[in-house]
């Protein structure tokens, strides 16, 4: 996959806070772990099919989920989310 073809995901935080672990996700998707892990690292983007699957796990739109850009970190502020940097 070329630099260009990074897919974002907010998989790790959506199981974070809900105290899903990568087996559990996995077992519900029907993929291996590693599967999970890579995604969530952007080693590997999901098929459309597999990432409409997390999406409905979830119970989130997939615009949550995955990105063409990066997301904003978390707590970031309205100028930090469009790309200002802070003084």
Do not use: C, K, W
């Not at 690292?41 to 699957?53: I, K, M, N």
């Not at 999406?55 to 989130?60: A, G, N, P, T, W």
Request: aromatic share 10%.
């Amino acid at each position: 996959m070329g630099s260009n073809e990074v897919t974002y995901n907010r998989i790790a935080m959506l199981r974070a806070e809900r105290g899903v672990s990568r087996r559990q996700l996995a077992d519900a998707l029907g993929v291996h772990y590693q599967t999970v892990g890579y995604i969530e690292r952007g080693e590997f983007s999901p098929s459309l099919h597999l990432a409409l699957r997390i999406s409905r796990y979830f119970e989130v739109p997939i615009e949550v989920i995955f990105s063409l850009d990066p997301f904003p970190r978390l707590g970031a502020t309205a100028n930090e989310m469009n790309g200002e940097r802070s003084a």
